[in-house]
């Protein structure tokens, strides 16, 4: 079975990583949010693509969720004293990737080759792919505080700001990135991880030629909510703040169009009939993955579903 | 007395350093080179400023002429087993101030408030000036290798490549910085410190409004050449390329225009006539500055030196 995964950060990377302990590297493609991405101290930095590949590459750290593990802080605490900004804490082995990324755009190579070349030194065998070359930048028009860039929202403001609505700024510009599409049109299952819906999956939707390539094609999402609460970061807040009760039936109402089958956590099993009554198959089950096994199990889980939705879809 | 030294690099630094010990912030001011000035990994890097920096704050490695004393070099390594760039050497406290100068400048803050930022930081109390807040960019045309950027020529190419010209890339529209310029009309005596001057001093005075400034004031030059040789850099090799013998005398007669009075070494007493000729008052002394202490001696000499040139001049 070939599968593309669709991701954001911590949660889609985790899936993703127990994923590529069962799939060969010519049957599992990765596509990542690059909506995230963003400019600081005149570095080129890509959070999400950063975090699956650290993650696939055994050097993520286990306790942050972001940033590499057995990290030094020289450099940054170094431009503290200098009074530099500091709200994005970049680790010394962090910076490197973000000072090599830099060097490799700026010499004109696309942000997939640099994502490969990567890859490659880190011993990734599977391919992750940015969902575009272009630049796309998610901006989040707030309540309280205007319309922030994302990072601004996200890690300088800690997501308190009360979101309104969400823009992906250069996304109609976006093209998406060409191998990325072929392995959609190659794939037998898309699997969209459970990443933040606003924020992570949403972007990757938006750039012209997925959400099409996708329509033909066996679809089905995991919700990154149990019972209503976001097991990391702010999706439950988003929903709330756009007015939508955040649930598991609320996330796969957001993917409607799309979706064969949906995957939600056993506390959600109250909302098994609203959500059937979409047509979308169904897996209930325990969605936390605490530990590495735990990711093998789930993924185990996911890929058999996916070939039961697979049946039943044709 | 009120001095002004125009700087470059190694040289200039030294003797800025010497005259430090020796004047009041209020007496001297450094208006340094930023045509070495570049864009590596995203980052603006100001080398000239850093080392003239550096030295004044005591922070300067000894040993190198260039970078940080007690330097790590954590984030150089990962980038070099990435297979990035590795020709300019980055240490992780060097890389802090690049971080903030880079960060600075993308806020829309002009490089002369960024470096007296850093100098306030650093404890340095004598106003450091970059030449100009508008990017510079010193090209050296070669005979076997093309146009080059400086710090291509400089580091990359370790200064191999055959020099035909120089060009200032930029600097007809450049502007003075306003602070530095109104530090020379305040000043009794101009320095034109032993840096090099086809690379180091040149592009200071190309900026349009310094020639003129220090055509109405009394001006000193110092040989950065002592028996035909440079005492550090490519000096010597680019005054042979050019078709010019490398001496005492041909750096005199580069800045003739402007100058009152020249230093020069002991060893190159046979050029004393001809250097008299142009009406140039003359010292001299032994020019080499081998440690702290030479520094200030020299730094003694000079400022006697001037002294007596301003004396002479009126």
Redesign the interface.
Known sequence: MKVVALAGGVGGAKLTDGLAELLSPSDLSIIVNTGDDF??????ISPDLDTVCYTLAGLANPVTGWGQRDE?W??YD??K?????DWFRLG??D???H??R???L?QGKPLSAVTQ??CN?WGVKHRVFPMSDDPVRTIVHTADQGSLSFQTYFVKKACQPVVESFEFKGVEQAKPVPDALAAIDKADIIILTPSNPWVSIDPILSVPGYRSALKKKVVIAISPLVAGQSLKGPAAKMYREIGIEPSASAVAFHYKDLLSGFVFDNQDCEEFEKIQQWHIITLLTNIIMSDEQDRIRFAEEILKFSEKVLIRSH
Chains 1, 2 share one sequence.
């Open positions: 400019e600081y101290c005149g570095l080129s030094t020289t450099v170094f431009v004293n200098l009074g530099g900004p010394d082995k910076l490197a990737t000072l090599y830099t060097d490799q700026a070349s990567l030194v």
